[in-house]
């Protein structure tokens, strides 16, 4: 046997053995969401999926209200900070030492990020549990994901965009937004659907700092009031804590199958908003690719 058929059985050799391992974890997680959803279907019914008493309405709504607050914050800084290390920053003592922040924030234990929170969030501002206090929190874990994300995208657009801008008389900054940040939206997109991904499922950080309860009315949608859901100065629990304070602290007969249904809620939720933000993101590329 000569080297090249050797060469050619070790490639489809390796090549099986990934599309195995692939194929495994597939499966793996298709068994683990078919079986969460099953058992939220069954503990299902009209008094668990109301906005009161049982029901995880308020959780739902807490939930997708706190990760929107979050990402106002995180998408902002996050990719003006993606742009500034990919396009501005050069390279030094400095930017080494923003580099290493960076990598440290991102790989923090979500309890302690949750301290942190309380502290800075809850103590030393005198306030109570509340909202924004949580997305405050989840926008430290999740800017250096943004920030790494949108760099690479701008790194990996081929150097030509910029070289052809400039030589048609477009500033740097220009070319920044119009051109390179245009050409990366698909792969910041991903980054801000994995950000939201953890804030939809995060709870560690958010019984320290949103809090475990929710005393709100809807029918009061004044801003200004404690009781309105859009207040973000109020507690709340989302639905990953009601999870966490269920199978921990759950006395009520039906604990289990509200945590179940709560459960099977938030994997919809999260294979919902990836689907969605995946079709916004190709919808708003060939906007701008209409556009140019």
Not at 18 to 37: D, G, H, K, P, Q
Not at 43 to 61: E, M, T
Not at 180 to 209: C, D, H, Q, W
Not at 265 to 283: D, E, M
């Amino acid at each position: 046997m000569n080297k090249k058929s050797s060469a050619k059985i070790a490639d489809k050799t390796i090549t099986v053995i990934l599309y195995i391992i692939a194929a495994f974890f597939v499966i793996l997680l298709a068994s683990i969401t078919i079986y969460i959803i099953y058992k939220g279907i069954r503990a299902a019914s009209p008094d668990l999926l109301s906005f009161s008493g049982d029901g995880v309405g308020v959780q739902l709504f807490n939930t997708v209200y706190l990760v929107f607050l979050s990402l106002v914050v995180t998408v902002p800084v996050g990719v003006l900070t993606g742009i500034y290390l990919a396009e501005y920053a050069g390279k030094g003592p400095l930017v080494a030492v923003i580099r290493t922040c960076i990598e440290t924030l991102s790989s923090l234990p979500s309890i302690i990020v949750g301290l942190f929170g309380f502290l800075v969030f809850i103590q030393m501002t005198h306030s109570k549990w509340n909202l924004l206090a949580g997305a405050l929190s989840l926008a430290i874990i999740n800017i250096p994901l943004i920030a790494r994300t949108t760099e690479d995208a701008i790194r990996s657009i081929p150097r030509s965009y910029y070289d052809g801008s400039i030589g048609l008389g477009a500033t740097r900054w220009q070319t920044v937004i119009h051109v390179l940040l245009k050409a990366s939206v698909p792969r910041i997109i991903t980054g801000v659907i994995l950000a939201a991904g953890r804030g939809f499922g995060e709870a560690a950080v958010l019984i320290y700092t949103s809090g475990m309860s929710s005393d709100i009315n809807f029918s009061n949608w004044n801003p200004a009031s404690i009781t309105s859901p859009l207040n973000p100065f109020r507690s709340a629990d989302t639905l990953s804590v009601h999870i966490w304070a269920l199978k921990t602290e759950g006395i009520a007969a039906n604990s289990q199958q509200i945590a179940d249904l709560s459960a099977a809620i938030l994997i919809i939720l999260v294979f919902v908003f990836s689907l969605g933000s995946r079709a916004l993101g190709r919808r708003l590329q060939k906007k701008m690719q209409s556009d140019d």
